[in-house]
């Protein structure tokens, strides 16, 4: 289907329930999430169309799931490449996998898809739920009050003025929405150039596994990509390039074939040749007043494991409930508690942990070095567990006595156990609604577990893997973003109370989380 963006050029005022200023994917992610939720919002942009460069790549698992529940899977793996696992081979002759099948899930893979295909997938189906995307025009700044925001953006036709009750910065790396907060951005820049080059590859390529080639001194990763194309990027080399030099498409191929990989490297042909500077950051916060930041406005990582587009694609999973949750019921303001700052704590933390399972150069520097068995079974014990972590289906979520930014333990598909905040296997949420899953053989009802479910909940029986994943037998109350929210343990001969819902009950964020969210 063809889609016609509208720039509304004739806009001078409008008003919204929330306004996102960015129209990557994140900020189009989240307004999908958003129309599928009937919530009033605009996106903005100031960028007149999709970038076509290819930036971020993968789509993993939990995101192929957020798709599907758009129901725009199908459309984005049209335009993408699946993949089954992640090699990495070194010049010695060594090779390590991460494989993606037996996720609990039931897309067991990644997708190379090029971001501009993704962002076309969600603009598109953006408009035909009745979103108002609006390009051309350039967020300058807003101002708030009790009851909402307000935000003057400039286009070539002068000033526009959007009033909203929340707004959310998903403006990129240099977001404005972040400067204009005066939210600090600390981390790290990488001391040397990542090389990119796409194009047609000199021999065949495995077109369902994407690969690591590491020579003595550098590396670059091939991912395949439609069309027959491949990606060949990395750190080739400990040379930095200043942001104005232009790399050749010969002096390009000339630095990979010093990885020692000969053909496997080549490219018949080159389509573009570019160099990039990677950054680690993370935002000192999420959320100030009624603007919170979201995707890479928020937390810049490695692109190892392709983790870009999928931790912006959960803050809109988290941001988008949220938003429904304080827009039918009572406002707490621009400075009280709630779930803004829920959100907060618990995508900060993962944005941090992705940080950490993407930073991978000591990792290939023990790759490089490794010669004895002792060496390799410390890689692959280094990789355990990363399968896991990048698909992002196994996201616990801190206690909500937490920072947001304490290290979580990696997660591990055979050790994972539903307990407060974590992510639940094999449940498709609804997106305004608790469910309570209910273990086997017990009466299909919320009612016999006690007082404290929210009105509205939905119930369903757990599937023999949930249920496996408790300790005992017990129910749980799901969130609408597939996250726990409780797990109630009936004491014996009675019904379970507030007190006796285990280890953690996480009953202020329950109690905070739930009232008035059920339609």
């Not at 799901?478 to 996480?506: F, N, S, W």
């Amino acid at each position: 289907m063809m889609h016609r963006e509208k720039n509304h050029r004739s806009l001078t005022h409008t008003g919204a329930d929330v306004l996102i200023i960015g129209a990557g994917p994140t900020g189009l992610m989240l307004g999908c999430e958003l129309r599928r939720r009937g919530i009033d919002c605009v996106v903005v942009d100031r960028e007149t169309r999709i970038d076509r460069r290819t930036r971020a790549v993968m789509v993993h698992a939990a995101g192929l799931e957020q798709f599907q529940a758009l129901g725009l899977r199908a459309e984005l793996e049209a335009r993408g490449v699946p993949q089954q696992q992640i090699s990495f081979h070194t010049y010695r002759g060594a090779t390590y996998t991460i494989g993606f099948a037996g996720l609990d899930t039931a897309y067991p893979y990644y997708l190379n898809v090029p971001q501009p295909e993704a962002e076309a997938v969600l603009a598109g189906a953006y408009r035909d739920m009745g979103g108002r995307l609006i390009r051309g025009l350039r967020y300058e700044r807003h101002t708030e009050d009790a009851d909402e925001v307000r935000a003057e953006l400039t286009g070539e036709e002068g000033t526009h003025l959007v009033t909203a009750r929340y707004l959310v910065g998903a403006d990129g790396a240099g977001s404005t929405v972040r400067e204009r907060l005066g939210v600090e951005f600390p981390g790290v820049t990488y001391p040397m150039s990542y090389l990119l080059a796409e194009g047609t590859p000199a021999v065949p390529v495995a077109r369902d596994e994407s690969a690591m080639y590491i020579g003595p001194a550098g590396a670059v990763s091939l991912l395949p990509l439609p069309d027959g194309l491949v990606r060949i990027a990395g750190p080739v080399s400990a040379a930095q390039f200043d942001r104005a030099t232009t790399v050749e498409a010969a002096e390009f191929q000339l630095t990979v074939d010093r990885l020692g990989f000969g053909s496997t490297l080549r490219l018949a042909e080159a389509r573009r040749v570019a160099h990039y500077q990677v950054h680690e950051r993370l935002a000192d916060s999420f959320r100030t007043g009624r603007a919170v930041l979201a995707g890479d406005a928020a937390h810049l990582n490695s692109p190892a494991g392709g983790q870009a587009m999928n931790t912006g694609f959960g803050d809109a999973a988290a941001l988008a409930w949220r938003f429904g949750h304080l827009l039918d019921g009572p406002d707490p303001g621009p400075a009280g508690p709630g779930p803004l700052d829920d959100y907060a704590r618990e995508r900060r933390a993962v944005a941090s942990d992705v940080a950490r399972t993407t930073g991978v150069l000591g990792l290939l520097d023990a790759m490089r070095e490794a010669v004895t068995p002792a060496a390799h079974q410390a890689v692959e014990d280094a990789l355990s567990g990363l399968a896991e972590a990048w698909s992002q289906l196994y996201v616990t979520y801190p206690a909500a006595a937490s920072d947001g930014a304490a290290a979580q333990e990696r997660p591990h598909r055979d050790t994972y156990r539903l307990r407060p905040g974590a992510r639940v296997p094999g449940h498709t949420p609804d997106p305004r609604r608790f469910t309570l899953l209910l273990p086997p053989g017990s009466e299909p009802s919320a009612d016999a577990w006690g007082t404290g479910i929210p009105e509205g909940t939905l119930s369903a029986g757990q599937t023999p893997r949930q249920a496996a994943l408790l300790p005992v037998p017990a129910a749980v109350l799901v969130r609408p973003d597939g996250h726990v929210a409780t797990v109630l343990i009936p004491p014996p001969g009675g019904r379970p109370t507030a007190g006796e819902r285990g280890e953690h009950t996480g009953q202020a964020h329950h109690h905070d989380v739930t009232k008035g969210v059920a339609v």
